[in-house]
């Protein structure tokens, strides 16, 4: 029961009616069937004892969503569900040939969750199975793919979120209660407000924060990771208008971690509220985030926060599908948009008071088809505002055309094999690493390189599970690949895993040539720093940068020419001369120049104010003079910690 854009803006409930949304559905449903009734965040959940009438009242609830415009479920209390076993075994039985692997009890929320290997036949045609499963075991059946590629660490995470299935139940209850009881309180001005707490005029530590009269909505909370100054690695959180306690919501746009690095940090410093994000953000997110704990423990750091303050983070993730619209506080409307740019990155579009105002924060965005993503969304209901993202803004950031990169990058990889060299490729974890999986894995099906081990170190394995698990939100010939066995790029026996220091060094002692695709993508900490200290000094092998370099990290300074590599080893400070060949590859998951104009000029409707941030400087600024002048509309280019009223 999905609330769908096409009624999505049709009015604001009144004001009064809204305060005790649910009495008033009360009024259309017997008194006597209904054991209770809750939010679920913005939804709105009935409970039921009566079978009867949790298995007959479609049309009854059809007709309430009608009505009061949200999503409303009805589902069986959990005192009448069938106990576990015999739900197993009753569900087994209807969909034998299903190859389900995992049955989760929420048994909170009287929900089954079932993993199939083929989901379609535990639904049956028509949802003639489905509807088999509720009448025999008064439990509502919610089905998952089983990913060809299984990960341990994926599966941790669904178990945090169904461990605290009591928790969740309640926690998702008070989000409701913040949705629709500030609505009695009235304001009598409107107006929207967004500071720049991070990423203006700069690439790194991401943060925005939205108010309003009624809410305090954050947008992205990540770290400069290529920061040298640690005092200048977060956002500005001490900002005066910036008060831990009275946040609302955080929305996390993809799972970069200059745009999400920091959400366990306000968890260990208290806050309560939701994350709202897509499913495979959440899932990479947490990924990436426990690999900094991890790398930090390595380096003989303290972590910034702990594996607790993760799982506190997974336990108040609220996830959307791209273009599901939803409350989130009592004067803003959310809905994702697919921005094209890595696995469920999204844009944010927020509608603000009753018609008031319409903000697009694009974040991280790519407007073309790559090989494995979608090019992001153009079209929305409203905007009025746009936030856009100018990493590549500058006049002279064109790339070119993919055919020409990809044979450009064809070359050197021959190259390689030709050398018998190894070819280092630092990647940020999510996006272009499994790019490049599915670049290699074309080049060697089709026979035009010979075939190469690729190693990916454990992490990386991971997240292509996680991109197998999510096929909705990948392109539609990716998406038609990965459910054929024989075709799914990810599974081509070349790609190899790397779980430890051990297999590490077996891969950088191997003879003969390969390629290696590890982490950080900016030679910041990580696998990829390792390599390059055991790799670096040979000129047979090859350094291919993917990803944007950030001011002050190795990669920069190895781009802008150095020659040399030192590190700590123990008490000792150890030099590497570098004599590895150095390539960017012109390939991005950002939008050059040319695609920033283009999807400005295809947004529809168009925005009458442009606010450019996530660029350096010169770029910022370049990019805002000429929207300003193809456009006509006023743009912005604020610094961090300046504030704009948007209306
Ligand atoms: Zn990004």
Same mark, same amino acid.
């Given at each position: 029961m999905r609330w769908s854009k /096409?009624? #999505?803006?049709i009015c604001f409930f009144c004001l009064k009616k809204m305060a005790d949304i649910i009495k008033e559905i009360m009024k259309f449903i017997p008194a006597d069937k209904i054991s209770s009734a809750e939010y679920e965040a913005a939804d709105i959940v009935l409970y039921t004892k009566d079978k009867d009438f949790f298995l007959n009242s479609e049309s009854t609830i059809k007709e309430l969503v009608n009505e009061f415009k949200k999503r409303i479920e009805l589902r069986p209390d959990p005192d009448i569900t069938l106990d576990q076993e015999k739900t197993k075994k009753i569900i087994s039985e209807l969909a /034998?040939? #299903?190859?389900?692997t995992d049955f989760i009890f929420d048994s909170q929320r009287s929900r089954v969750i079932i993993h199939a290997e083929k989901p379609g036949l535990v639904i049956g045609k028509q949802g003639a199975i489905l509807r088999e499963i509720k009448e025999k075991t008064s439990w509502v059946p919610i089905i998952f793919r089983t990913p060809p590629i299984r990960s341990k660490l994926i599966e941790g995470i669904r178990n945090v979120l169904y461990e605290n299935s009591d928790y969740r139940r309640k926690f998702l209850n008070k989000v409701g209660h913040r949705i629709y009881d500030g609505w009695q309180r009235g304001k009598k001005h409107e107006w929207v407000r967004i500071s720049f707490l991070g990423a203006a005029r700069q690439v790194g530590r991401s943060c925005l924060l939205l108010q309003t009269p009624e809410s305090r909505v954050m947008l992205d909370c990540g770290i400069d990771i290529a920061s040298i100054q640690q005092a200048e690695q977060f956002p500005f959180l001490d900002a005066p208008e910036f008060k831990l306690e009275d946040l609302d919501a955080i929305i996390i746009t993809h799972s970069h971690l200059d745009h999400c690095y920091l959400v366990p940090y306000l968890y260990k410093f208290g806050y309560k509220g939701p994350v709202y994000c897509t499913a495979p953000t959440r899932d990479v997110m947490a990924l990436l985030q426990l690999d900094t704990i991890k790398i930090a423990m390595n380096e003989g750091r303290d972590p910034h926060y702990s594996v607790e303050d993760i799982k506190e983070m997974i336990k108040h993730t609220i996830c959307l599908d791209w273009e599901e619209v939803t409350d989130i506080t009592p004067d803003v409307r959310l809905t994702l948009y697919n921005s094209g740019h890595i696995l469920g990155s999204s844009m944010v579009h927020l509608h603000v008071g009753n018609g008031l105002h319409n903000i697009l924060y694009t974040s991280d965005m790519k407007f073309s088809r790559t090989n494995i993503y979608e090019a992001a969304a153009t079209s929305f209901p409203r905007l009025e505002t746009m936030i856009i993202?100018?990493?590549?803004?500058?006049?002279?950031?064109l790339s070119p055309p993919r055919k020409e990169a990809d044979e450009q990058f064809k070359e050197k990889l021959a190259n390689v094999i030709k050398n018998k060299g190894k070819m280092l490729m630092p990647v940020l974890g999510s996006g272009r690493a499994q790019q490049l999986m599915m670049l290699i894995s074309e080049l060697v099906r089709k026979k035009e390189i010979a075939p190469i081990n690729v190693y990916l170190e454990g992490m990386l394995w991971d997240i292509t599970a996680i991109h197998t698990a999510y096929p909705e939100y990948l392109n539609i010939n990716v998406r038609k690949q990965i459910f054929h066995k024989d075709e799914n790029p990810f599974l081509n026996e070349i790609f190899k895993r790397v779980g430890s220091a051990e297999e590490r060094r077996l891969v950088i002692e191997e003879e003969g040539t390969c390629v290696i695709l590890a982490t950080s993508g900016m030679l910041v900490g990580g696998p990829s720093v390792e390599y390059l200290k055991q790799l670096?000094?040979?000129?047979?092998n090859s350094l291919v940068f993917t990803c944007y370099q950030g001011e002050g990290s190795l990669g920069r300074r190895i781009l802008n020419g150095d020659k040399e590599l030192t590190f700590k080893n123990g008490a000792q400070s150890e030099v590497v001369p570098l004599k590895i060949e150095v390539y960017k590859m012109?390939?991005?998951d950002h939008s050059d120049r040319e695609e920033l104009m283009n999807f400005i000029a295809s947004c529809d409707p168009k925005p009458r104010r442009v606010i450019i941030q996530h660029g350096e400087s010169s770029k910022v600024l370049d990019l805002a003079s000429s929207i300003h002048k193809q456009f006509k509309i006023e743009t912005n280019a604020p610094r961090n910690l300046e504030a704009i009223r948007l209306r």
């Open positions: /096409t009624n #999505a803006f /034998t040939d #299903a190859n389900i993202e100018s990493t590549y803004g500058g006049s002279d950031d670096g000094d040979n000129a047979r012109s390939l991005s």
